[in-house]
């Protein structure tokens, strides 16, 4: 496959950012699910997260392998950080029109995805360095582990009264740093490529992080421990499977 343009670059970077907003259409059906639903909602996003953050490591110790672990623990560093800030700040939170607690718990997840994202669009950058044939292979893998993310978001999100299109619009947004930074990664791929590992175990710890500290929890919150373990496994097993099988 021959070399890819930066205007195709920068679209299909676009086109994996889109993907995210994906994952607030469960809610354009039902506005107001049942708990039960709810908690298999989570389950299943973090299953599916769990999985792409062990690709993004994966993909990462490919590269480089204590530069990924490196990159791992300052992901990690970096959400227990903000979280202080966040808990600290005086000021009144105020996110998507809500208030208090949820802005700051929205507020937290958007900003970890947002972040996160900076080095997925390089990895879609650098892949396109290559041949184009990994670069779009990149793009469609980073578009499907968009879904759960948006997902994530708007799970956050709609169930304290934002409306679906804004959710959507906030899934988006979290992936806008994909296209922009796909393209300087794609025109100085050298630079990037040695700071790639470190950005991967970034985005893979900060994926984690937002797991276990709140996908997990609220999962448990609303459905049975056994009903939680079984969709988190399956998601898991069918991510991976997807990951592995289209590669
Ligand atoms: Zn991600």
Redesign the pocket.
Known sequence: MEAAGVGSVFLLALLTAVATGLGALPFAFDKHPTRGWLGASNAVAAGLMLA?SFGLIYEGVNYGVFRALAGALLGLGFIVAARELLRQDEHPAVFAGMGGLDARKALLIVGVMTV??FT?GVSIGVSFGGDGALGLFISLALAV??VP?GLAISLVLVPRGVSVVRAAWWSVFSSLPQPLMAVPAFLFVELFRPLLPYGLGF?AGA?NWIVFSELVPNALEDASRTLVAVVVTASFVAMVAFQVLFR
Do not use: L, P, T
């Open positions: 792409a996160h994202s997925e582990h968009n993310e985005a994926m």
